[in-house]
């Protein structure tokens, strides 16, 4: 069975972590240039642990807001083959949200506490999730170009420092590769076999998606207040602007195959950097997204509120019952 549940923090230990404590810090540090992986009953700094929290957070919101956009296609899928494979994904998504969820719980803060910081807006999730999924070709795009962003960011975190979240990593990268297989199979079939009709609506899907995509990696290193940081820790492992520039290099030859056009009259291979290219990126359109004025933005949190609010008969319920049980269990044990 798949589990976080082994490591618990050791309370004592960690009570007064967010107080400055030189030697354990230097000791801490050690371990982090030794490139040790740091367990959850370990001693950590504050700042190590926030900085954990706030982004394995994130990343478990970003999974389960992440449902939504391609949830709103299950019941249109256009043939039951492509509806199984949707609904496995967006399963798979909810699954990805639960581990890093438990991942994050082992830092000393509780479910209940995240899912509030997202509700009430403190907590952000990824930029990309704010956009309308306006045609079915929408959806091997997201495969293909969210998805395969996402596992290129995702694949260093598997060696992150805090072993529990690199644990979850290993599972959910292997999952998300699928998703980008499945999203890039739909489009070679929609591009190989279809109407002028679904070719068009492909490029129309991969107009729309390549921006956002791209600012998927987080702003410039330069503008990047979280990164030198996280970077020493080994909690990132690849600077945004690297994991960005190989995400580009990985696609272009995709577009290639796929018969596409990607929306860049600048993107170009440059022998002398052995890169490609891109055009300027619109970073005023990522930071209004990211504050909450894209184009799904409420739709989307007031969709996870009212699930939240509407499904609290179905949290008490479940506690009810497992508070009744709890002493025939411990009877028959
Ligand atoms: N969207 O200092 P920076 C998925 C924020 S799941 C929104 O570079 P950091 C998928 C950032 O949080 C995709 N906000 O930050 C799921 C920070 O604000 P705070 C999610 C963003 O943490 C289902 C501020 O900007 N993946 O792909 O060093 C289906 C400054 O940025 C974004 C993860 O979460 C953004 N795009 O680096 C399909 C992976 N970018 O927190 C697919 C794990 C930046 O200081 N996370 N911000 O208020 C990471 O790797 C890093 O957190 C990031 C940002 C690269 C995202």
Redesign the pocket.
Request: charged share 20%; hydrophobic share 35%; net charge negative.
């Given at each position: 069975m798949y589990t976080q549940a082994m490591d618990l923090i050791n309370k004592n230990d960690n009570d007064h972590a967010d107080a400055p404590d030189p030697v354990r810090e230097q000791a801490f540090e050690a371990r982090i240039a030794a490139g040790e992986f740091i367990e959850a009953k370990d001693w950590m700094p504050g700042h190590y642990r926030k900085t954990l929290i706030?982004?394995?957070s994130?990343?478990a919101h970003?999974?389960i807001v992440?449902?939504l956009p391609?949830s709103n296609w299950i019941s249109r899928a256009p043939t039951l083959k492509r509806k199984a494979i949707l609904l496995a994904k967006v399963q798979d998504?909810g699954g990805?949200g639960l581990y890093l969820y438990a991942a994050a719980e082992t830092l000393d803060i509780s479910r209940d506490q995240m899912i509030e910081a997202l509700h009430n807006g403190r907590a952000?999730?990824?930029?990309?999730?704010n956009y309308p999924t306006l045609t079915w070709a929408d959806m091997g795009v997201?495969g293909w170009l969210?998805?395969g962003?996402?596992i290129m960011?995702?694949v260093p975190?598997c060696r992150c420092s805090y072993a529990p979240y690199a644990r979850a990593m290993i599972r959910i990268c292997r999952e998300?590769s699928f998703?980008q297989r499945q999203g890039y199979e739909a489009l070679l079939t929609m591009m190989q076999g279809g109407t002028a009709a679904q070719k068009a609506m492909v490029q129309d899907a991969v107009n729309r998606w390549w921006w956002p995509s791209l600012?998927?990696?987080?702003?410039p290193d330069s503008?990047?207040?979280?990164?030198a940081q996280?970077m020493r820790w080994g909690i990132?492992r690849v600077s945004?602007d690297d994991?960005r520039q190989k995400f580009v290099d990985a696609t272009v030859p995709q577009a290639e195959i796929l018969g596409i056009t990607l929306p860049d009259p600048l993107l170009h291979w440059n022998a002398q950097r052995a890169h490609y290219d891109f055009g300027p990126i619109q970073w005023d359109e990522?930071w209004r997204?990211?504050n909450g004025n894209g184009p799904c933005n409420h739709e989307r949190l007031k969709m996870r509120v009212d699930a939240w609010e509407s499904g609290a008969w179905v949290r008490d319920a479940a506690l009810a019952y497992a508070k009744q049980k709890t002493p025939q269990t411990t009877a028959q044990t």
């Open positions: 706030r982004q394995i994130q990343h970003s999974e992440g449902m391609e998504e990805h952000k999730y990824s930029s990309i999730f997201i969210v998805d962003a996402a960011n995702q975190i998300e998703h600012m998927m990696f987080g702003p503008e990047s207040p979280n990164s996280s990132k945004n994991l990522f997204v990211v």
